[in-house]
């Protein structure tokens, strides 16, 4: 490989040097980059010092080629230089941030977060009981829901805490977060310790902070009917996991697209476990989710896996290839905002780089001047078919519809495929024209379906925020409509048009979505007489 | 005996031993898939897809996308039906099956590593006060999963109807030292609620009440998702004592009410109970051939842990080690397919 580095690998955590290290032991040349300008923890993993580079205090710039051969613009004390790498990985450590003013709290000597709390415990100090009995109280997963991986650090403290002499502890949550392994048997043996449990849906404690530091909780308690009033020498309060605040830059610079709460990868099952938007570029552990430190490692050998198997070519099939016609083209950039998987490039002239488009068809569909070539001969060959075959039509019995039914290949058709199987009978004139994403086909396909002689047409694709191209369906959806506009203009009804979404297992869904349409076209006759009706 | 060699050996053909099937064949490594079930997918093919328009995130395609892939790939074989009978521990695994329902002689196998993800036993709520295997509107939540994805909807069993009221009862087999479990099953609270929304989506006017201790996170956006539910589903926080079937199939609920600090008695049409995970019911058997020990709820240990180390060759993966999500299983199992391939890899058995 022509390229300098295998892989970068942004972060300096557990996780990424996990996952360095692992990809080291492969034989694969490896960079590290952090933001942070602490030199004397870039290291090198001790034993890997040939294969892996670190470099602190970086700041990406820009990042161009294609997977298999990026080349970034990274400055480092500014200075400018461009590395190149043949993947990355963004395997930044999220942070915590402490829940105090959740609780109307600030923190104190006395009001500590969890992080401090532990802290301290582990620094010996509370674990000296000298002196007279002290109370505790841990407020956990109110006004914010916690995460588990964060409740779990609370109730283990807790239940510590509590089996020490001379140490009572409260534990005051909206919920007992206990998914993680081994907590319910924690809050178990913190209840059998002394403990006290005090949960609550609506009616929320009321807490402050005493002049002397100290804080006062009150709280009414459902199952007893009470309100309960106690004063605590220390409060612990939980915190909340965010990205890593150098995710908002890297995640522009290398048009990532993110979660709601700005972890690297959308929310959406398509991507797990480590793949983001763009091929070549991966997220792990606590850049993508909020992970425990073992799920974080776990994550970092899923992520070398996976950029193992890209950086081996394991990880692509056979796609059709995408071109952009440049005699056609206007650069009015449609095209490069459309494609999800920042495969268009402006070199200036736009160019889809073969590396990285998925074949999806969302720039093709969406290219006003029709400059864009999806070479992907099923589809254009079952068109074609179409509009040479005739349709059979028999001259007596009853109208069978002929319908054309536009399906993703990721969902629609394996949900055919589970219908076939199951035994559901699909309606006879059905034909099914299979892209790889509903985002691929244009207004002109369908309209094009019915020039052929279809009665209706079905675009059926994977639901919203499900979609491996993101916005597959969005745009479907949206074509469907315009072709209805078009369709009316033909006095044509827009009931022969259906875009509905379905997920890959919904076999018996498919069989009922075409068969209901199948009825409807059914009761509107063929196409040429609608047309007569309303004509007359 | 000759025993024909496979590299990788997996037992159970679930989410997490197709993920890893996926990911090992991709190199070239031979793979056989010994499954007790006549056919793939495990538990998780079970679920329905609970997108309310949207894509919930519950992963259930995920596990059928897996089964596609590795039904495609050349290099993996899949024995389905069958049962491990012995495993002899060499250098290597020497594996011997039976076919659970076919006359076909017994076989074998030789591994040089074997993986297990032989997932977990729902909970059997036979015992509760409950009335399941009485009453036949109860359900768990895997029989209704089994419904919905037969008949596309969601009916009661005793007539065949769309049930008005719907009553969902959480950790029934959890979060219960009486009966040894002291776990959280950590998947009911999401799946429960999505079926509930699903349900309630498909069907505006069904009445959901959901009784529940604490309601686990489930998905990045839990907060959102679950703002939402409790404007439509009705949240108690109490565990029903007990059930009885009054005329017509109806169902009489007692649980103490939590707002108004008494207990109480409600009808419902069909009650669905999260029954929990349990460990598989083969695991100790298993455990024994291997020479290895099953954590204190039954459970297998990682294999990167003191425990899991004690056999090399050996890996574990999915709802094996404790109970998980699909996406979940599909991370873990991919984390096994690494450490499968640098075994293989450091003792000269493929190249990686
Ligand atoms: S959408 Fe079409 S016209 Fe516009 S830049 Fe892309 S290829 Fe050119
Ligand atoms: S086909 Fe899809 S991935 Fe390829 S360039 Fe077009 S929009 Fe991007
Ligand atoms: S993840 Fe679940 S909700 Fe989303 S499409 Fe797949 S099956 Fe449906
Ligand atoms: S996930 Fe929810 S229902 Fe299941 S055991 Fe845990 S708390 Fe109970």
Known sequence: ?536 | MNLPERQVVIVGAGVAGLAAADEIARWGVAVTMLEEAPRTGGHASRYSCKALGECVACGACLADERRRRVADRENVTILAGVRISTIENKVGFNIHYEHRNSQEPPGGLKADALLLTTGFQPYDPSDKPYGYRRFPNVLTLLDAEDRLQREGVLTCPSDGRPPERIAFIQCVGSRDSRIGHPWCSKICCGAALRMARLVQYRRPETVVTFFYIDVQTFGKNFQKYYDQTRRQVRMVRAIPGDIVQSEGQRLQLAYFDPDASRATEEPFDLVILSAGIAPNTDNPSLADMLGVRLNAAGFFHPHESDEGRKRSGLFTAGAALGPMSIAESIDSAGKAAWDIMNYLKSNGLSKF
């Open chain 1, 1 to 536: 490989m022509p390229t300098q580095y295998h892989t970068l690998v942004f972060g300096n955590g557990e996780c990424a040097r996990s996952l360095a290290m692992g990809l080291s032991g492969r034989g694969l040349k490896v960079a590290m980059a952090v933001a942070a300008p602490v030199a004397d923890k870039l290291e090198p993993p001790a034993g890997h010092g040939d294969t892996i580079t670190s470099w602190a205090g970086t700041h990406l710039i820009a990042c161009q080629g294609q997977p298999g051969d990026f080349q970034l613009t990274v400055e480092q004390d500014g200075r400018r230089m461009v590395q190149r790498a043949g993947s990355i990985v963004v395997a930044e450590q999220p942070q915590q941030i402490p829940n105090f003013a959740v609780y109307g709290l600030s923190s104190s000597g006395r009001v500590l977060s969890i992080s401090q709390a532990e802290a301290i415990l582990l620094d010996g100090k509370a674990a000296s009981t000298s002196g007279g009995a002290i109370h505790i109280l841990f407020l956990n997963d109110w006004n914010e829901h916690c995460h588990p991986v964060t409740a779990a650090r609370m109730l283990r403290l807790c239940k510590t805490v509590q089996q020490l002499p001379n140490r009572h502890t409260v534990y005051m949550a909206g919920h007992l977060k206990v998914s993680v392994e081994g907590m319910e048997a924690c809050c178990q043996a913190a209840k059998a310790a002394g403990t006290m449990f005090f949960k609550f849906d609506r009616q929320r404690p009321q807490v402050q902070m005493l002049p002397d530091g100290r804080v006062q909780a009150s709280c009414w308690d459902d199952t007893t009917r009470i309100t309960f009033t106690m004063t605590f020498d220390y409060v612990v309060v939980d915190e909340k996991i965010t990205p890593n605040s150098t995710l908002d830059h890297l995640s522009r610079v290398l048009r990532l697209d993110r979660d709601l709460h700005g972890f690297v990868q959308s929310d959406n099952v398509q991507r797990l476990s480590n793949a983001t938007n763009r091929r070549g570029i991966f997220a792990a552990g606590g850049a993508r989710a909020v992970m425990s430190p073992e799920e974080q490692l776990s994550d970092a050998a899923h992520a070398a896996l996976k950029v193992s198997e890209f950086l081996a070519g394991l990880d692509k099939g056979e796609l059709p290839r995408v071109e952009i016609d440049t005699a056609r083209c206007a650069r009015c950039l449609t095209c490069y905002r459309l494609c999800p998987h920042g495969a268009i490039e402006m070199l200036p002239r736009m160019t889809v780089m073969p590396q990285a488009c998925q074949s999806c068809g969302l720039c093709m569909a969406g290219c006003p001047n029709r400059a864009i070539q999806v070479h992907d001969d099923q589809l254009t060959s079952a068109l074609q078919q179409m509009m040479t075959e005739e349709a059979p039509r028999p001259m007596n019995g009853p109208f069978i519809p002929r319908l054309v039914a536009f399906c993703c290949r990721r969902s629609a058709l394996p949900a055919r495929d589970m219908a076939v199987s199951a035994g559901h009978r699909l309606p006879d004139g059905l034909v099914v024209v299979e892209g790889l994403c509903g985002g691929r086909f244009s207004v002109t396909h369908m309209l094009s379906a019915l020039e052929a002689g279809a009665d209706g047409v079905l675009v059926l694709t994977c639901h919203p925020g499900n979609c491996h191209s993101e916005c597959g369906p969005t745009n479907a959806s949206r074509r469907v409509d315009t072709a209805a506009q078009a369709l009316a203009l033909a006095d044509i009804g827009a009931e022969r048009l259906h875009f509905g979404t379905l997920a890959a297992n919904m076999g018996a869904e498919f069989a009922r979505t075409v068969e209901q349409f199948a009825q409807r076209i059914a009761s509107l006759g063929p196409v040429m007489s609608e047309q007569t009706m309303r004509r007359s």
